[in-house]
Structure formats: structure tokens, C-alpha cells
């Protein structure tokens, strides 16, 4: 009996882990196909969240620029760059932030939570207007 509660509360401490984790952390950008594309780093700075492509799997697009980004992120290396910026907390979720996509250079406002039942899946929701889209990232291990 003792094994099995000292079994519980170490299995119970890994869960607890990763929701303590958040949002924070590496996380593996997927394909439709469920290839790893990029993993993105999501950080906090300042009291707001941001997530930077940290690595761009495929050796030939690693030197890739945002040609189609506006602004500061015009023609910069799109490994390194901060793709979702000022992300404030709200209740579970973080939102009132922005994403660019660096194939499209479009922004969209955008808002992140991870689901109590699956901590290590990241869900991003970006909006235009009233329409959104929700994509997830998986954990990078």
C-alpha cells in the first residue's frame, strides 16, 4: 500500500509539473502531414509573453527571410524571430497579443491556453475581425 500512494504522488508531481510549466517552454510547429517544422521558444519577458522560432528543422530553409513581413521584421531571418509578442495573462489563457505568420507576413491578434487534459498541447488562436483559426503545438522534447 505504501509503494502504491508513493507511486501516485510521484506520477501526480510529473502532471502537476508540466501545468506548472504553462505555456512556457520549447514547443514542435507541425505540418498537416505532422512533421516538425520549427520549434518555437515561449518566454516571458517584461510581464508579457513571447515566442520566437528557435530552430527551423529543414537545413535549406534555415536562411529563409520574411519577405512578406511589414516593418521591423522586413527581410530578417525568419530563425530568431519574434513571431507572437505581448501576450498578457487572463484567468487560464494569455491574450491582447499578436502573431505573425512569416510565410504569409501577415499579423493577426492572437491568444494562447493549454488544455488542463493535455498540458503538453499548446493551443494558438489567431483572429482577423470575427473569424479565427486554432492551431497546437506540441511539446518539444
Known amino acids: 500500500m505504501k509503494k502504491l500512494l508513493i507511486a501516485l504522488l510521484i506520477l501526480s508531481l510529473g502532471s502537476n509539473e508540466l501545468l506548472a510549466q504553462g505555456v512556457f517552454g ?21 510581464g508579457k509573453v513571447y515566442g520566437k522560432v528557435d530552430r527551423i528543422m529543414r537545413e535549406k530553409d534555415r536562411d529563409r527571410l520574411c ?39 501577415k499579423e493577426y491578434r492572437c491568444k494562447i491556453w493549454i488544455d488542463e487534459e493535455e498540458p ?16 497546437t503545438w506540441q511539446r518539444a522534447e
Open 67 to 105: 519577405t512578406a513581413c511589414e516593418g521591423d521584421l522586413k527581410n530578417k531571418p525568419v530563425e530568431g524571430m519574434e513571431i507572437m509578442q505581448g501576450l498578457v495573462k487572463d484567468g487560464e489563457e494569455y491574450s491582447d497579443g499578436t502573431i505573425v505568420d512569416p510565410k504569409t507576413g
Open 120 to 135: 503538453d498541447v499548446l493551443n494558438i488562436r489567431g483572429y482577423i475581425a470575427l473569424f479565427y483559426q486554432t492551431r
Open 26 to 46: 520549447k514547443w514542435e510547429n507541425r505540418n498537416e502531414q505532422g512533421v516538425v517544422n520549427s520549434i518555437i521558444s515561449v518566454y516571458e519577458k517584461d
